[in-house]
C-alpha cells in the first residue's frame, strides 16, 4: 500500500525527471506523427516501450512508493483528459491515424497502462518490487515488439481470434522477447526468490520463462481495445507472486500444468472442439486451474469439458436444423470459454489467494451448471420427439426455443451435475469427504439442476430473440446470411440486445456458485 511518510525530499528530483522524461517522449511522438507523418502505431508503441523500460528501472532510484505513485496518478488523468479531448493524438489508437494498421478499433491501453501499474506499486512495492519490473517490462516491450512487427512484416493472419487483426509473426515475436526478458529478469533476480522460487534450477527458471513467455503472448493474442496493457502484467505479476509467497503451489506442478494445457488447447483445435480464440482462452484457463489447482480442480473441469465438447458432436445430422437458430455452434469460441469457465477461472484465483475451502464447493457448483445447461441442451435436441415447454408460461414450444424446458433435457441437466460430483468424489478430495457423500451428490446436483432452470428463465424473458427474414424463422442470432452473400441484419423481437446467449450462460454458472457457496457458509463447515 501507499507509504504516507513517504514523499521523502531525496525522491523529488527523480519524480519530477521521470515526469520531464515521459513529456518528451509524447511531444516526439506528436511531432514525428504531425510534422513527419509518421505512423501513429508505430510512434505510440515506440513511446510504450520506452515507457515500459523506464518503468523497470523506477524502483532503483525511488526509495519510496508515493511519488511513483503520485506520477502513475497524474499520468492516468492526462491520458483520460486526452482520450476526451484528443489533444495528442499520437497517443490514441484512432483508426485515421493508424495508416499501417486500417482495421485498429478504439483503444484504452493509455488508460490501463498506468492504472496496473498504479495497482502493482500499491500491491508490489515493500517486498515483491522485482515482480511489478518484470511484469511491466515485457509488457511496455514486447507488447510494442508484437505490434510493431505485425504491422510491418506480418503477413500470416491469425483467423477467429479477435476483433484486432493478429498475425504470426507479430505472435512470434511477443514470444521470443518475452522469453529473453523474462529468462533475464528470473535469473538476475534469484537470489531474492523465496517460497516454490528458491534454489530453483536453471533449468527450471527456463521452463517458467518458456510458460510465462506463452501466457503473456496468448494474453496479447486474444485481447482487443488495449485491455492486454492491463492484462499482461497482471497475469505475469499474479503466477510470480503465488510462486514466492504460496507455498502450496508447487513450481513443478504449475509447469505441468500449463504444459497439459497447451497439449489439450492444440487438441480441441486439431479435433473442432475450439475455435482459435478458444483454445487460447483455455490455455490460459487450464494453466490456472490445472497448475495451481491439481487433481482437485482438474478433473472435475476436464469431466465438464471433455464429456459436453464429445457430446455436442453428436447427432450432427438431428441438430444440423437447429444450428441457424442457436447463436453459436459446436465449435467453442473465446466468448463461450469465459460464459461457461469463467466464474470457475475467477473461483480459483480466489481460492489460491485466499485457502477458503467453501470455494472449492462454490467450483464444483459452476461446473455442474454450465453442465447441466449444456447437457439439457445438447439432449433436448437429441432426443427424439420430445416435447418442450416455456419455463414461464408452460406453454408447448418448439424445441430448441430460449427459456424452453423438456423431461429429458431437464433428467440430462441433473445427472449431468451428479456427475461432475461424482468425478471429485472418484479422486477422494478431503472436503467432500467431510461434508459427507451423499449430502455433496445432493448439493451440486440440485446446484447444477436450479441454476440451468435459471438459464432457462433468463433466455424466456430477457435474452435477445430475433427474426431471421431470409429464414423466416426466429433465432438467437443478430444477423443472416442471404443466399446471395450478403449479410441481412435480423429483426430484434424479444429481449434485451446486450442479453446474448453467453451472458446468459455466465449468470447460470454464477448462480450455480453462489448457492453451493452458501448453503456451504450456511451449515457452518469451514
Known amino acids: 500500500m501507499l507509504n504516507l511518510q513517504a514523499a521523502l525530499p531525496q525522491d523529488s528530483p527523480a519524480f519530477f525527471l521521470t515526469l520531464c522524461f515521459v513529456f518528451l517522449f509524447v511531444l516526439l511522438a506528436e511531432l514525428l506523427t504531425r510534422r513527419l507523418n509518421v505512423s501513429g502505431l508505430v510512434v505510440r508503441k515506440i513511446v510504450h516501450l520506452s515507457v515500459g523500460v523506464v518503468i523497470f528501472f523506477v524502483p532503483g532510484y525511488f526509495q519510496s512508493n508515493f511519488y511513483p505513485a503520485l506520477a502513475a496518478l497524474l499520468l492516468l488523468l492526462f491520458n483520460a483528459l486526452n482520450i476526451r479531448f484528443q489533444w495528442f493524438v499520437s497517443l490514441l489508437a484512432l483508426p485515421d491515424n493508424d495508416k499501417t494498421h486500417a482495421l485498429a478499433v478504439k483503444s484504452y491501453g493509455t488508460l490501463l497502462f498506468p492504472l496496473v501499474f498504479l495497482l502493482q506499486i500499491l500491491f508490489l512495492w515493500e517486498s515483491h518490487k522485482w515482480i511489478l519490473q518484470t511484469s511491466m517490462l515485457v509488457m511496455g516491450v514486447s507488447d510494442s515488439l508484437a505490434a510493431l512487427v505485425g504491422s510491418s512484416v506480418g503477413k500470416k493472419h491469425i483467423e477467429h481470434l479477435t476483433k484486432n487483426p493478429k498475425t504470426v509473426e507479430g505472435s512470434l515475436a511477443m514470444f521470443f522477447s518475452a522469453f529473453v526478458l523474462l529468462s533475464a529478469s528470473l535469473f ?281 427474414p431470409v429464414r423466416e424463422k426466429v433465432t438467437e442470432r443478430t444477423h443472416s446470411l442471404a443466399p446471395n452473400g450478403i449479410m441481412v441484419e435480423n429483426r430484434l423481437i424479444k429481449g434485451t440486445p446486450l442479453v446474448n446467449n453467453d451472458l446468459v450462460n455466465t449468470l447460470c454458472a454464477l448462480s450455480g456458485s453462489a448457492l453451493a457457496y452458501l448453503v456451504i457458509r450456511n451449515v457452518h463447515l469451514f
Open 188 to 468: 538476475f533476480f534469484s537470489p531474492s526468490f523465496t517460497g516454490a522460487l528458491a534454489n530453483t534450477p536453471v533449468v527450471m527458471l527456463f521452463a517458467l520463462a518458456l510458460l510465462l513467455a506463452l501466457v503473456a503472448t496468448a494474453v496479447e493474442a486474444l485481447l482487443s481495445y488495449g485491455l492486454d496493457n492491463f492484462f499482461i502484467p497482471v497475469s505475469i505479476a499474479y503466477i510470480l507472486y503465488l510462486l514466492q509467497v504460496n507455498q502450496p503451489v508447487f513450481l513443478e506442478r504449475f509447469l505441468f500444468g500449463g504444459l497439459f494445457a497447451f497439449l489439450l488447447a492444440v487438441f480441441s483445435i486439431k479435433v473442432k472442439f475450439l475455435t482459435n480464440s478458444g483454445a487460447t482462452a483455455t490455455f490460459l484457463l487450464g494453466t490456472t486451474i490445472f497448475g495451481i489447482g491439481g487433481m482437485a480442480w482438474t478433473v472435475p473441469m476436464l469431466t465438464f469439458f471433455l464429456l459436453s465438447s464429445v457430446l455436442s458432436k453428436l447427432g450432427k445430422k438431428r441438430k444440423a436444423k437447429f444450428d441457424l437458430v442457436f447463436e453459436k455452434g459446436s465449435q467453442r469460441d473465446a466468448g463461450q470459454v469465459y460464459a461457461n469457465g469463467g466464474i470457475a477461472w475467477v473461483l480459483m484465483v480466489i481460492y489460491s489467494l485466499t485457502s477458503d475451502p467453501a470455494i472449492f464447493f462454490a467450483y464444483l457448483g459452476t461446473l455442474a451448471a454450465v453442465q447441466a445447461d449444456t447437457w439439457a441442451t445438447e439432449i433436448g435436441t437429441l432426443w427424439p420427439n420430445p416435447k418442450a415447454w416455456l419455463v414461464t408460461t408452460l406453454k408447448e414450444v418448439p424445441v430448441g426455443t430460449s427459456g424452453g424446458v423438456s423431461v429429458p433435457g431437464t433428467s440430462a441437466a441433473f445427472f449431468g451435475s451428479l456427475l461432475i460430483c461424482a468425478s471429485a468424489l472418484a479422486i477422494n478430495v478431503q472436503w467432500l469427504s467431510d461434508f459427507g457423500w451423499i449430502q455433496s451428490l445432493l448439493l451440486i446436483g440440485f446446484s447444477g439442476l436450479l441454476a440451468s432452470l435459471v438459464d432457462s428463465f433468463l433466455g424466456a424473458t430477457v435474452q435477445a430473440q430475433y427474426f431471421d
